[in-house]
């Protein structure tokens, strides 16, 4: 079955980076776009980015560009965010999200997720 | 960016009872609608896709709709393992974005 298991998170310091990892398995990764979605505790869900089955496109949303940056390597089956810059607002818990195809913005099996804590 | 709006933000039912959650958007997305459950402390769940269509595994008393830019969503018994927040997300177009939340609760 779908699997999705982030990793990475941690506490770190504004303007500090982390780098966000996501092992995938039980499906045809190069397949399907991928995306991460983040949610602070208690609060509502926010789209952050997504990378292209292919890993050629990305996009993000508008609070991240230029901070954020996904990636993947299909050859390891694993998805990453580099998040760089960070600030107060970017503490979340991080959710590594599969998209049904190839960039249909339907979020079809979720990860457990990372939690990011941006504090000084 | 596509603004979604929920109604209501939390409701109390009894199990057994019939639940009604609407959504809508604040431009057309045509049928690009999903539904997402998230109980407490778990990730979420994708319910329901192109407005209608239940996902795998997805029980039969979840059903849902869809009327110009209004979407619903219907528990028609709920069940104690229903209670839990429910999301709209529309799928149509970058920046994807979810609706506020509707957190079903015990009455």
């Known amino acids: 079955q779908v699997q999705l298991v982030e990793s990475g998170g941690g506490v770190v310091q504004p303007g500090r980076s982390l780098r966000l990892s996501c092992a995938a398995s039980g499906f045809m990764f190069s397949s399907h776009a991928m995306h991460w979605v983040r949610q602070v505790p208690g609060k509502g869900l926010e789209w952050v980015a997504i990378s292209w089955f292919d890993g050629n496109n990305e996009y993000y949303a508008d609070s991240v560009k230029g901070r954020f940056t996904i990636s993947r390597d299909n050859s390891k089956n694993t998805l990453y965010l580099q998040m760089n810059s960070l600030r107060v607002e970017d503490t979340a818990l991080y959710y590594c999200v599969r998209d049904a195809g190839y960039s249909t913005g339907r979020f079809d099996s979720w990860g457990q997720g990372t939690l990011v804590t941006v504090s000084s | 960016d596509i603004q979604m709006t929920q109604s209501p933000s939390s409701l109390s039912a009894s199990v057994g009872d019939r639940v009604t959650i609407t959504c809508r958007a604040s431009?057309?997305?045509?049928?690009?609608l999903c539904w997402v459950q998230q109980k407490p402390g778990k990730a979420p769940n994708l319910l329901i896709y192109d407005a209608s269509t239940l996902h795998g595994g997805v029980p039969s008393r979840f059903s849902a709709s869809a009327s110009g830019r209004e979407f619903t969503l219907t528990i028609s018994s709920l069940q104690p393992e229903d209670f839990a927040t429910y999301y709209c997300q529309q799928s149509y177009s970058s920046p994807w974005t979810f609706g506020q939340g509707t957190k079903v609760e015990i009455k």
């Open positions: 431009q057309t997305i045509r049928t690009h």
